[in-house]
């Protein structure tokens, strides 16, 4: 976990009550089948302006730590357990000045059932989008000139903890889910309780499991290239 997750509304409708204060170019639209080294548009502070501007920025899933080489390095970050973060040299520098939030209309987790993997959508009850606590970094690309756009990558991570109730018995972690009130103290970079706010999130995050639904879904929902409405609604266990 998490592995593929679900965006179904774009732009401010998805973000509105994070108060965005600009939105990027080209941002990626609707998803019902969201994998690693896809783009999907995150929420961060950027901290060279002040105050910090608020951006919805479109971004690719797999954090590329500055060093990295190249970018393929992303395809195995995808998740981060929340509880290592601190300690974990590809996600360390992030934590401490680059937090974000995915924002999503649920994400997708597989029960194992007599040797059968079984999917389910997870999601508010109520409709209202999930936010997932992530980490962002910019890679420079060295093969591109530094007058091209495309020099930069901007990559991030999900990060995770250890599952509870009903969402346990499905897996065994979970996303590190953010309460909107408290993305705020998430997203400032200029923060130095950083472990605090870390600590204060995987504690929160329980509150926000117990208000969402889960139901099985189509098998199809495992084959990257499908990628429609028809992936979320409840089928037959």
């Excluded at 998490?2 to 080209?26: K, M, N, P």
């Excluded at 924002?103 to 959508?121: F, N, Q, R, S």
């Excluded at 996303?175 to 998430?186: E, G, T, V």
């Excluded at 870390?198 to 929902?221: E, F, G, Q, Y």
Aim: charged residues 25%; contains cysteine; hydrophobic residues 40%.
């Amino acid at each position: 976990m998490c592995g593929r997750f679900v965006v179904a509304q774009v732009g401010s409708e998805l973000v509105g009550v994070l108060r965005v204060d600009l939105e990027g170019d080209d941002l990626p639209g609707p998803s019902y089948n969201i994998a690693p080294t896809a783009r999907v548009a995150i929420v961060l502070d950027s901290a060279k302006t002040e105050p910090p501007t608020r951006r919805l920025e479109a971004a690719r899933w797999g954090l590329v730590p500055s060093w990295a080489k190249d970018p393929s390095v992303g395809s195995r970050a995808f998740n981060a357990r929340s509880e290592e973060v601190e300690d974990k040299p590809m996600f360390r520098n992030a934590l401490i000045k680059r937090r974000a939030v995915v924002p999503a209309t649920g994400y997708y987790e597989w029960k194992l059932v007599d040797g059968e993997k079984i999917p389910h959508y997870i999601h508010p009850a109520d409709g209202s989008p999930l936010y997932f606590a992530g980490l962002y970094e910019w890679w420079k690309n060295p093969a591109v000139a530094d007058d091209d756009p495309a020099r930069w990558l901007l990559s991030f991570t999900i990060l995770t903890r250890d599952s509870i109730g009903d969402l346990g018995s499905i897996h065994d972690r979970m996303p590190l889910f953010l309460d909107p009130d408290f993305a705020d103290a998430w997203l400032d970079p200029t923060t130095d309780n950083v472990g605090d706010i870390l600590d204060a999130a995987i504690d929160a995050a329980p509150d926000v499991a117990r208000s969402l639904d889960n139901h099985v879904v189509s098998k199809a929902v495992g084959n990257v290239r499908n990628d429609a409405p028809e992936l979320i609604q409840p089928v037959d266990a």
